[in-house]
């Protein structure tokens, strides 16, 4: 390489050499970096004075003690004012008469890199023949031939300024084509809008901060381009920014669930007026979720210290419950009205039991047990539950549930599921004041989603409630019991599903609590082949003998480009892959992939990446998560489904 650099040096050299023109290239600290012969012989130079990282300084020493420019008084003051002017680094055109007789041109030029490069001509020919000119044309008036010599030297000047704004267009040109590559690939939009909001400026990153929005906008007007929704939001931070006033916001995104935040700054020109303004607009929903979750896991600890120490007392309490509920269930001739009331209230003294089970470890992250659940039943036991608590009778509150879902098995977590809407109820039975009504509906949403949403007939939520819903121990029961845990547990479910809460307050009145989370149907695996994808040898053994012990063949790859090729295969049963693996492809990329190209069998993602982890949870939302490390029990819970509906 250094061979190769010399060589390239000495041709460059060489091919200066056998330019007329006087060249010199110092850098930014005015160290000679070359010259040509030229330069050497015009100005008479010694041999170190062209030697790489010569002074500039020492080279006009010696040109002016040489008589290069004439008499001058204090050389050192000389001296030290053309190395000034060197340092200015503006770029000049100049024409001066040297001691000899002779006369140069002097052009200098700033480089982009930093330093200069001066090319020195020697125009005595030209000069010359303006002489012989002004010899020859006697009849001609002085001002004439002055004008004429003017007008030359200006062509000249003005020659050698074209090239330098020539080079500076290149450069400009050049820097903003680095400036729009760099904005290109900045994971945010940036935008600038005029004073009546029009764009006129997008790196056209708009839609991975708001999906769905038109990606080429400029000349597009903000309330179009960002859609009503968000120009609503917005507006008001934009008439701010056009008073000169900049802001810095978040907002959610209702459709898609996305948290952003937007950064408007006025473009103020040089009068002082606000000529437009600049956007910048970014996603944080990951960094939302991670900030949610670090405050919740805090408050959690917090909540952990205060809880455990109950969970004793509130055992005995239901264990005495439980025992006079089996007494009841043994008298023979109970009425059946009776027997189902024994049957709800036994039913939930268990679940309060399986609850005081974890409630000592209350500061670690619930587990989710997903297992496939009879939708019909798991809804009977619910509403069952709720009525009991509502006590319509008593209350004067109406309980309707509504069932959409076609799918007569999901796989959810039946416990953790009943526990999140049992809360729900019970917070909406604590706002309606008296009578009043309760609605569940139960659908499937177009984007494979299984929401539940519920409304009751109360005052709505709060400023202060929607801000701190999911808190714990943060209730507005004034006056009455709370634990201000109810809304928390919804929020565990939602977040450990993928999922997540909208709360909000319903258009005709009362609060609206929409609960998200995949829609996953339960889906009965034969033995077949097997497409295993992970790239640690050991884990691969592990859960093949995992898979045959089940009766699958297995086939497996240890990257997800490989796996790509293979997960085609007709006989294919379902593909089971690492999350991370070796190569540019997750396990989740290779899932995507196949379910492109029209790959419709189970795909189950394993990983030891924690719940929180922005990876996961985007996988989470689409495919079923096995966590490291796990059993073959745990294994064939997840996989090797079979119809568990007579168990259920």
Known sequence: MERHSKKVSEMTRSGLNLIKQAISIYDQDLRLLVANRRFKNLFSLPDHLIEIGASFSETIHYLV?????????????????????????????????????????IEGSPLRQGGWVTVYTDISDVKRQEELLRGRSQGLSEQLIRRSEQLALTNRELTSTI????????ELIESESRLQSTNAMIPAHIARVDTDGYYTYTNQKLYTVIPGSPKNIVGMHME????????KIVSSKFDDAMQGKASAFEFPLKESGKQVRL????????????????????DITEETNARQALTHARRRELAAQLTSGLAHDFANLLTIILGQQNKLEAIEDLPSNIREIVATTKDAALRGGTLLDGLGQFNS???????????????DQLTRLIRAALNSEESGIELEVCNEIDAPQLMLDQGFMQDALLNLALNAKEAISGAGSIKLKFFKSHEDWLEVKLT???????????????TPFFTTKKGKVGRGLGLTTVFDFAKMNGGRVILDNHPNGGAEVTLRIPYSQVKIIKSGLVLLVEDNPDIRETIRGYLQKMGHTVLEADSAEEAEHLGALPDLSFVVSDLMLQGDLTGYDLAVKLRKTGVDIPIYIITGLPISDPIRMQTANKFPILSK???FEQMVEQIQIKDMSENI
């Open 224 to 231: 179009k381009a960002l859609g009503a929704e968000v120009y």
């Open 163 to 170: 090239i330098a704004l020539e080079q500076a267009q290149l």
């Open 456 to 470: 009751d007939s109360g005052p709505g939520f709060s400023e202060a409630a929607l801000k701190n819903a999911f």
């Open 263 to 282: 950064s408007i700054t006025p473009d103020i020109n040089d009068d002082g007026d606000v000529s437009g303004a600049y956007l910048l607009s970014m």
């Open 365 to 379: 992250m619930r587990t989710l047990s997903l297992k496939p659940v009879n939708v019909d039943v798991l809804i």
């Open 65 to 105: 003690q040489a008589g290069e420019y004439g008499d001058v008084e204090d050389i050192d003051v000389f001296v030290q004012e053309r190395v000034n002017q060197a340092k200015a680094f503006m770029p000049h055109y100049i024409e001066r008469k040297r001691a000899n007789g002779s006369t140069i041109s």
């Open 629 to 631: 490390p796990f059993s």
